[in-house]
């Protein structure tokens, strides 16, 4: 491996100790150091998170009765549709290639940089510029966009809220996600260390090198469509109206083809940070390690296939009702490998209850469940009855942030403390993670219920004998908010003020636990050589 520095020495600082001859704020929005952009997108997508969070729990605030509660039915529409484009498009689809590839790729790697530091650096810019738009789309003439995160016709280009500037900010947003695929994608392939062969490559990078592809391949429809949608409200190009020869189905054809696969953008990080973490907390290679790599694979394969599972009651044929089904009931194999392969590496593994391997376990949990749930509405029969309820808005919630969003705060409690050289409050984490887990099930698993009981989703208002569970979600959002609270504070004040941590806190197998905690500016003082494989711990003599 390559020699270490000298962490010891008082004025080592790592990467944080500025090297590009600029100074303060500067050297920060022009650095092409990979690390300092992760940071740039996690502060942020913390942020934006942080932003989403807020305005979900005026979401439970408003239905904890029927009838106005806080704000208006506008407003209502409004809070919903700023909330889904914020959590989907600058939280869950950027939130771990962008930040944790950033941050964690190139050190496992073994390369100083990714292979493109000034596109690393321009993706950043047109994040934080569709983002920006984004929110100015709230405060402009027209109000609010008010047609949910999807942007479905004919509501989209009818309406006269202020759609346009959010499809554009989304539209921007798509090409920084589209040039960050295309960056890892390359620096994969041509920047791995010496020894580092396809097999001996951790199961994060073969997530993250799956989803660059989806990025790359699927992410230009999405813009493609939201030109449509922007050429039919400026020019009224009618390719979604019916009274000019047109189609709104269409729409929701190329919607979804991007969108589904925009799913697997999502998940598939989310289970290589799974696949990283629970190894290395159960001191056992990872089992299937071959199964797992392919499986990521596979999914991003057969994912871009089933986008017609969400649109059973748009009057398809029966026959592509019957192969959207099957299609859908295949893509859950490759993810069944997966949690058959974490399962069986937990199995006799002498297992740390570290808060990384909480929220790991968590993941494992959840994702599960909203899986399996998921199948309810991957099947026609099935689907028909509980479509647009509430039941939808509880399964993609338990894939999305049981999934995504744990994994994400698996990550940050992995991961940071290599990156900051300091330990947060192990004691703190582990009770955050308790009352996050509890708030989570009460909200997602109550949402499940009444929506099985019928309540439509996306309505403002509901019949009286919802109200119970419906005050239950609400206090779920409560002790969740909470959790989250207290999980971001003991971070912020670890990361910045706890105890320093020395190389390797964790005990994992990969090159990024070789260099120093902070890392320095280019990672490596020499190139290393990889001898073994990610999770072989008695080769990386750690055991």
Do not use: C
């Amino acid at each position: 491996m390559a020699e270490a520095f000298d962490a010891s020495a008082p004025d080592y600082r790592g990467f944080w100790v500025n090297t590009s001859g600029r100074s303060g704020l500067y050297s920060w929005l022009f650095t092409t150091d990979h690390k300092r952009i992760g940071l740039l997108y996690l502060y942020a997508i913390v942020g934006f998170f942080l932003v989403g969070v807020l305005l979900g729990l005026l979401l439970r605030l408003e239905l904890i009765a029927p009838g106005l509660t806080i704000v208006s039915a506008q407003t209502y529409n409004a809070i919903f549709t700023l909330h889904g484009v914020i959590m989907v498009f600058l939280f869950i689809i950027p939130g771990i290639p962008a930040a944790f590839g950033n941050l964690i790729l190139p050190i496992q790697l073994g390369a100083r940089d990714v292979a493109f530091p000034r596109l690393n650096l321009f993706s950043w810019y047109l994040y934080m510029t569709g983002a920006v738009l984004a929110l100015t789309s709230l405060f402009t003439a027209g109000g609010a966009p008010d047609t949910g995160w999807t942007f479905y016709v004919p509501f989209s280009t009818q309406t006269t809220t202020n759609v346009s500037l959010a499809v554009f900010a989304v539209f921007i947003i798509g090409f920084s996600s589209i040039l960050t695929g295309m960056n890892f994608v390359t620096t994969v392939h041509r920047m791995r260390a010496k020894g580092l062969s396809w097999g001996r490559l951790p199961l994060f990078i073969w997530a993250l090198y799956s989803t660059a592809w989806v990025q790359i391949l699927a992410t230009p429809i999405l813009a493609i469509t939201l030109v449509l949608i922007l050429s039919e409200r400026l020019i009224g190009t009618g390719l979604f109206d019916p009274a000019r020869g047109g189609d709104p189905i269409m729409y929701q054809h190329l919607f979804w083809i991007y969108s589904h696969p925009a799913v697997y953008i999502m998940i598939l990080p989310a289970m290589g940070v799974i696949s990283d973490i629970i190894p290395v907390f159960s001191r056992k290679p990872a089992f299937g390690y071959k199964a797992i790599a392919v499986s990521s694979i596979a999914i991003a394969g057969a994912g871009s296939l089933v986008w017609g599972h969400h649109m059973y009651t748009s009057g398809m044929s029966d026959m592509a009702v019957l192969v959207f089904s099957f299609l859908t009931f295949v893509v859950a194999i490759p993810s069944a490998i997966k949690v058959f392969n974490w399962i069986t590496t937990l199995y006799q593994g002498s297992i740390a209850l570290d808060p990384p391997m909480l929220y790991a376990l968590s993941f494992i949990l959840l994702f599960t469940i909203g899986g399996l749930t998921g199948l309810i509405l991957g099947a026609a029969g099935t689907d028909v009855h509980v479509h647009d309820t509430h039941f939808v808005v509880g399964h993609f919630h338990y894939v999305m942030f049981g999934g995504t969003g744990f994994a994400f705060f698996g990550a940050m409690h992995y991961w940071l403390p290599m990156i900051y050289g300091r330990m947060y409050n192990k004691k703190v984490a582990t009770a955050a993670w308790g009352i996050i887990f509890i708030g989570f099930n009460v909200l997602y698993l109550s949402m499940k219920i009444v929506g099985m009981q019928g309540m439509p989703r996306r309505y403002y208002d509901y019949l009286p004998k919802f109200q119970g569970l419906n005050v239950i979600a609400t206090v779920g959002s409560w002790i969740l908010a909470i959790g989250l609270i207290l999980m971001f504070v003991n971070l912020f004040r670890g990361l910045f003020k706890g105890e320093k941590v020395g190389v390797n806190p964790w005990g994992g197998a990969s090159l990024e636990w070789t260099v120093p905690s902070p890392p320095p500016p280019e990672n490596f003082d020499e190139d290393p050589v990889v001898t073994h494989g990610p999770y072989d711990f008695k080769g990386a003599g750690v055991l």
